[in-house]
């Protein structure tokens, strides 16, 4: 189903099983809506979800649904956006856009698909990829911009599809123990606060960019 115009449900129960287009259209009236597991919600509008649906009654957002954000300005996720996402969400908006909660990918399905444009994480958010959490399709015009954690209980190594403004610096880190652990990257497009102390192993710093790496 695409949305042409506004649609009013009146009091009734909107329950959604495929796929919902709402483009920059919403959805309103005092009825429940109802996103089930087998259902897509794609959505243009610039405050997400959020946007999308504007029902009074009792929102219901299946966090196995699949989720795209495919707007042609600068869109938020909005606040509706399941705080975990078990099967996809969908970055096709080559404006961008920025996440609005702490928001954790695992479940080991389609995961977060990078399709076009940056997925914006502000400094009050977090995007965490649980142990079975993957991205796909990350590339110099699709990438994760901001902070990005990934929870880790083996050697397989895991790339942060990550970087900042137009540039992709991806970072690739390879664990030496199954122990479970957190690391914790952001890439920054401009110099370290000190480049002048470089450790004997080090041939150089670079004075124009750099990343960071925490392990907890």
């Known amino acids: 189903l695409t949305l042409q115009s506004e649609m009013n449900i009146g009091s009734n129960i909107f329950t959604i099983f495929g796929t919902l287009d709402f483009g920059e259209f919403s959805v309103n009236g005092s009825g429940d809506f109802d996103l089930r597991s087998s259902g897509v919600l794609k959505t243009a509008n610039h405050n997400g979800i959020n946007g999308s649906v504007q029902v009074t009654g009792t929102k219901t957002f299946d966090p196995a649904a699949d989720y795209e954000f495919n707007g042609n300005a600068a869109q938020v996720t909005g606040s509706f956006l399941p705080i975990e996402i078990t099967d996809g969400l969908k970055i096709n908006n080559n ?32 995007l965490t ?88």
């Open 95 to 126: 404006s961008g856009v920025t996440l609005s909660q702490n928001t954790t990918i695992s479940g080991g399905n389609s995961g977060l698909e990078l399709l076009l444009g940056k997925l914006i994480v502000p400094t009050n958010s977090l």
């Open 129 to 216: 990829f649980a142990t079975d959490g993957s991205w796909d399709s990350a590339g110099e015009n699709s990438f994760i911009s901001g902070t990005v954690t990934k929870i880790i209980d083996s050697t397989a190594g895991f790339l942060f599809p990550i970087g900042k403004d137009t540039l992709y610096a991806p970072l690739q880190i390879f664990p030496v123990t199954t122990d479970e652990t957190v690391f914790k990257a952001e890439y920054f497009d401009e110099p370290f606060s000190d480049i002048t102390t470089c450790e004997d192993s080090l041939e150089n710093i670079s004075s124009v960019e750099y990343w960071t790496l925490e392990r907890t």
